[in-house]
C-alpha cells in the first residue's frame, strides 16, 4: 500500500530554535494532513493543506504541499517546550473519499 | 460535547481472552475509526464505519471486530487477545471522510496482552 516516509524520526532542539520535517511518498496525495500527538494524548490536527504549492501557517506553524504532490513540509519557529510531541502527517489513501494513511512520526524534543 | 471518549483507559488481559473497547461521540459524525500505535509505527488503521449500519476493514483487521449499530457507539471487539494486540488504541470520529473534514480523536486505551 501507499507509504508515506516521514523525517527525522526524532530530533532534540533548543529553545528558540526553528524546526523543519517533511513527508514523503512515492505516489500522489490530494491531501496533506499534519497532526501533533503530545504525550498521553490523542492526536490534534495542526493544518490541512488541499492545493499543490499551498502554503498554510497557523501560529508558528508553517505547511507547505509540494509542487510535486509527492511531498509535504512542517516548519515551526521559535520553538517553545510545549511544541514537545510527536508530529504525523497524513493523507487520504487514494483520492477522494478514502480512509488516511499516517506517516509514523517525527517525535520532536525541546531543550529550554 | 464531551467530544470522543473511549474506555476503559488502562487493560491487561491474558492470551485468550476477548473483550470490548468501548468508543462513543457525540458530535453526530458519521465517520468513525480505529487505529493502533505502536512504537515506531506511527498510527494504523484498524476498522473504520462511514454511517451506522457500515463498517469496513483497514489495514491492519485480523484478530479484531466492529459493528456500528447507533451513529454515536462504535465498538472494538479483540476475540481472543493475543500479545501482538498489545498497542494503544486510538477512536477517532470526523463529519464526514477524514481527508476533507477534521478528524478528532479520543484519549486512547492501553492494553497489555500478557
Known amino acids: 500500500g501507499q507509504q508515506l516516509n516521514q523525517s527525522p524520526q526524532s530530533m532534540f532542539i533548543q529553545e528558540g530554535e526553528d524546526v523543519s520535517m517533511n513527508c514523503t511518498s512515492s505516489s500522489i496525495f490530494n491531501t496533506w494532513l499534519w497532526y501533533k500527538q503530545d504525550p498521553g494524548e490523542g492526536p490534534v490536527l495542526l493544518i490541512a493543506l488541499y492545493k499543490a504549492g499551498e502554503l498554510t501557517s497557523n501560529g508558528r506553524l508553517t505547511a507547505q504541499f509540494g509542487i510535486t504532490r509527492k511531498d509535504s513540509f512542517l516548519n515551526i519557529s521559535a520553538s517553545i517546550p510545549s511544541d514537545v510531541g510527536i508530529y504525523f502527517c497524513a493523507g487520504p489513501l487514494n483520492s477522494g473519499n478514502t480512509p488516511l494513511v499516517f506517516g509514523k512520526g517525527t517525535r520532536l524534543s525541546v531543550i529550554a | 460535547n464531551a467530544g470522543v471518549t473511549q474506555t476503559p483507559k488502562f487493560q491487561v488481559l491474558k492470551t485468550g481472552q476477548s473483550m470490548t473497547l468501548q468508543c462513543a461521540q457525540d458530535m453526530n459524525h458519521e465517520y468513525m475509526s480505529w487505529y493502533r500505535q505502536d512504537p515506531g509505527m506511527g498510527l494504523r488503521l484498524i476498522h473504520y464505519?462511514?454511517?451506522?449500519?457500515?463498517?469496513d476493514q483497514g489495514e491492519v483487521p485480523n484478530g479484531y471486530n466492529v459493528s456500528r449499530s447507533t451513529t454515536e457507539d462504535f465498538p472494538l471487539r479483540l476475540l481472543s487477545a493475543a500479545p501482538s494486540q498489545t498497542s494503544v488504541y486510538f477512536c477517532?470520529?470526523?463529519?464526514?471522510?477524514?481527508?476533507?473534514?477534521?478528524?478528532?480523536f479520543g484519549p486512547g486505551t492501553r492494553l497489555t496482552v500478557l
Open positions: 464505519s462511514v454511517g451506522a449500519g457500515i463498517t
Open positions: 477517532a470520529s470526523s463529519y464526514g471522510y477524514p481527508g476533507y473534514n477534521e478528524q478528532f
